[in-house]
């Protein structure tokens, strides 16, 4: 097999990867994570024959190294000419009480999103941008930056997925408008349908986040986690705190 140092992915950051919560011995979202690296795979042009059986097999043993009770898992999937080379890392998970208790303090990026790019659907090892403006932001005391599209849609956040909450409805922007649908994400949706919530995806603006009650973000690992602030506007989190609770994420 050629040395990975040599291969696309490698090289060039041609790959994609997931992030998945372990949680007492169990990945959480497993199969909705496996699909999407599936998915990626397919639509990137990398060759990915691997099974789900197989890929629950790699990971199952993967966690059996481990004591801790929680902690993260990184499986990144590289191309490799006409096949592919992957790898899987181990880190501690970083979400605290306090987080979950102070919240983020929210703020707009200057960079924009194009919706016609391919690469801004998938969760490619091509990731310095995100890199670069979470270093920024957190120079300036914020926890998260705001994605516009380049047509002043709101997109996403640099890890999560944002949600605006108006008289107990939930709002969330399109997928086209150039964004990655997060594995909680979807599950966001599938509890909405089960407790017959109202959540709605529409374009939204900057003048939706002005009016709105709450926000709240997603990603696999902090499940949700409120808003606190946006700017200089201060958020309460009723909604979201129930929600939390009701969704047990």
């Given amino acids: 097999m050629e040395r990975i140092e040599n291969t696309q992915g490698f090289l060039y950051g041609y790959g994609v990867f ?12 497993i199969e909705k994570h496996f699909l999407r ?19 629950l097999e790699i990971i199952k043993k993967e966690i059996k190294k ?8 990184r499986f990144s999937l590289g191309k490799n000419g006409d096949s592919f080379f992957y790898s899987i890392l181990k880190r501690e998970f970083s979400y605290t009480k306090s987080t979950y208790k102070n919240g983020y ?13 391919k690469i801004i659907y998938h969760k490619t090892l091509n990731y310095l941008e995100n890199i670069l403006e979470l270093e920024r ?9 705001l994605f516009f599209n380049i047509y002043n849609e709101i997109t996403e956040c640099i890890t999560s997925n944002i949600y605006l909450v108006k ?5 969330t922007p399109l997928v086209t408008c150039g964004l990655l649908e ?8 599938e509890k909405c349908r089960e407790y017959n919530l109202p959540i ?18 997603t990603n696999s690992l902090m499940g949700i986690l409120k808003v606190s602030s946006f700017n200089e506007r201060e958020f309460q989190s009723c909604f979201t705190d129930k929600l939390k609770i009701k969704f047990n994420l």
């Fill in 18 to 29: 997931e992030t998945m919560k372990v949680e007492n011995l169990k990945v959480l979202n």
């Fill in 37 to 55: 690296l599936k998915n990626s795979a397919k639509e990137l042009n990398i060759f990915f024959n691997m099974s789900l059986g197989e890929f």
């Fill in 66 to 73: 481990y004591d801790e009770r929680v902690y993260v898992l």
């Fill in 105 to 117: 303090k929210l703020t707009i990026s200057p960079l924009k999103k194009d919706p016609k790019s």
């Fill in 137 to 145: 932001i957190k120079e300036l005391g914020f926890n998260e930056s």
């Fill in 167 to 171: 008289d107990n409805k939930i709002y």
């Fill in 182 to 189: 997060g594995t909680m994400r979807k599950v966001i949706f």
């Fill in 200 to 217: 709605f995806q529409k374009k939204l603006f900057l003048k939706d986040i002005l009016e709105c009650d709450e926000i709240f973000l």
